[in-house]
């Protein structure tokens, strides 16, 4: 059992080393990152949590939340190699589980919808990227390396290998292709594609009603 939580606690590190290009080593990384520390601490929390003593479980909960500012439910399930960046205001509910090798950003909500008492948050599968202050709500999957983009509010599966931005989110696919790595500045608006699509059409038909209007009004000039 020990040898395990050292495992764990290494995939954890090894994973900020590998996507926080501001990591220089282990030690800055043990002492400074807010997201480790609300992992780790989360993994005590759910241990107690699985074996009935609840209530000491969502203190020290609240004691995670209080002194990092992420917010975990001692009943989530989360895999190895997650990493929590910055972190601040992340909320993760009760029945989330969240696989291996995960990334969430700062501000992000894996919460519920209403007050079911299964399952009722979502399921976050290995290599998925949600970014900041994005809610994902409900109970439904987010698949294997897939992307949510910053602000989007998901309130259904989306499909591995994909990404999805807006709100309600959306599935934006690129050239047909895999999307591997998430633009956080140069994000696709869906709504804004469909109100561009909207505009054009107005300005489609306005040309044709112009047109007819000219055709009406020749005709009656050669009447007369």
Same mark, same amino acid.
């Given at each position: 059992? @020990?040898?395990n939580?050292?495992?764990?606690?290494?995939?954890?590190?090894?994973?900020i080393?590998?996507?926080?290009?501001?990591?220089?080593?282990?030690?800055?990384?043990?002492?400074?990152?807010?997201?480790?520390?609300?992992?780790?601490?989360?993994?005590?929390?759910?241990w107690?949590?699985?074996?009935?003593?609840?209530?000491?479980a969502?203190?020290?909960?609240h004691?995670?939340?209080? @002194?990092?500012?992420?917010?975990?439910?001692?009943g989530?399930?989360?895999?190895?190699?997650? @990493?929590?960046?910055?972190?601040?205001?992340?909320?993760?509910?009760?029945?989330?589980?969240?696989?291996?090798?995960?990334?969430?950003?700062?501000?992000?909500?894996?919460?519920?919808?209403?007050?079911?008492?299964?399952?009722r948050?979502p399921?976050?599968?290995?290599?998925?990227?949600?970014?900041?202050?994005?809610?994902?709500?409900?109970?439904?999957?987010?698949?294997?390396?897939?992307?949510?983009?910053?602000?989007?509010?998901?309130?259904?599966?989306?499909?591995?290998?994909?990404?999805v931005?807006?709100?309600?989110a959306?599935?934006?696919?690129?050239?047909?292709?895999?999307?591997?790595?998430?633009?956080?500045?140069?994000?696709?608006?869906?709504?804004?594609?469909?109100?561009?699509?909207?505009?054009?059409?107005?300005?489609?038909?306005?040309?044709?009603?112009?047109?007819l209007?000219?055709?009406?009004?020749?005709?009656?000039?050669?009447?007369l």
């Amino acid at each position: 059992m @020990f040898g395990n939580i050292i495992d764990t606690i290494r995939k954890d590190i090894q994973a900020i080393k590998e996507r926080d290009p501001a990591a220089r080593n282990t030690l800055e990384i043990v002492l400074t990152y807010p997201g480790l520390h609300a992992l780790e601490i989360h993994r005590i929390a759910h241990w107690l949590h699985r074996r009935k003593l609840k209530l000491l479980a969502r203190i020290i909960s609240h004691l995670n939340r209080f @002194f990092t500012g992420i917010e975990i439910h001692p009943g989530a399930q989360i895999g190895r190699g997650v @990493f929590i960046d910055h972190g601040m205001g992340v909320v993760i509910g009760e029945t989330t589980v969240i696989k291996d090798n995960v990334t969430l950003y700062q501000g992000v909500v894996l919460g519920g919808t209403g007050k079911e008492k299964d399952k009722r948050h979502p399921t976050i599968e290995q290599g998925a990227v949600i970014a900041s202050g994005a809610m994902v709500l409900g109970s439904f999957t987010v698949g294997e390396n897939a992307r949510v983009g910053a602000g989007a509010v998901v309130l259904n599966s989306v499909p591995p290998n994909s990404t999805v931005v807006g709100v309600p989110a959306k599935v934006v696919i690129r050239d047909g292709q895999r999307v591997d790595k998430l633009d956080h500045v140069n994000l696709p608006d869906p709504c804004r594609q469909q109100v561009a699509a909207l505009v054009e059409r107005i300005e489609t038909l306005e040309e044709q009603i112009a047109k007819l209007q000219y055709l009406v009004e020749l005709q009656q000039t050669s009447a007369l």
